[in-house]
């Protein structure tokens, strides 16, 4: 009988252990989701003021695109393709859609960040509304 009440125990203490890293996980997430530069801002001015000081003119491209991942962005990159009006040119493409729980439209991002001879030469920023 007492080896069955140590398993059990032994049973509840590996559960809580678990769902103690699952809250623990979910709280660094949330944490780090809440460090990222651009994740409060709504207008386009502001993110791209927000972006010269993330990737300013310069940076290596490669360094542009991990910085820009590590906000939430998915980036590629683009080679002779236009990018808005700005006519053809060598840029990485980056997106993200933003939205709150409480709203089902999400507001898309498109950055191009320009690039010149593999550093960072412009940014340039687009946003829009999505959604029902």
């Not at 125990?9 to 660094?28: E, W």
């Amino acid at each position: 009988m007492t080896k069955h009440r140590f398993n059990k125990f032994a049973g509840l203490v590996i559960c809580g252990a678990i769902v103690a890293i699952v809250i623990l996980a979910l709280i660094s997430h949330k944490y780090h989701a809440s460090r990222q530069v651009t994740r409060a801002i709504f207008d386009p001015t502001a993110m791209k003021v927000a972006l010269a000081t993330l990737v300013p003119n310069g940076t290596p491209i490669a360094d542009a695109q991990g910085a820009m991942e590590r906000e939430g962005f998915t980036c590629e990159v683009h080679r002779d393709q236009p990018f808005d009006d700005a006519g053809n040119m060598n840029y990485l493409y980056c997106t993200r859609a933003d939205s709150s729980w409480s709203n089902p439209v999400q507001r898309r991002w498109q950055i191009a960040i320009v690039d010149t001879n593999g550093h960072v030469g412009a940014v340039i920023v687009r946003a829009g509304l999505v959604g029902p």
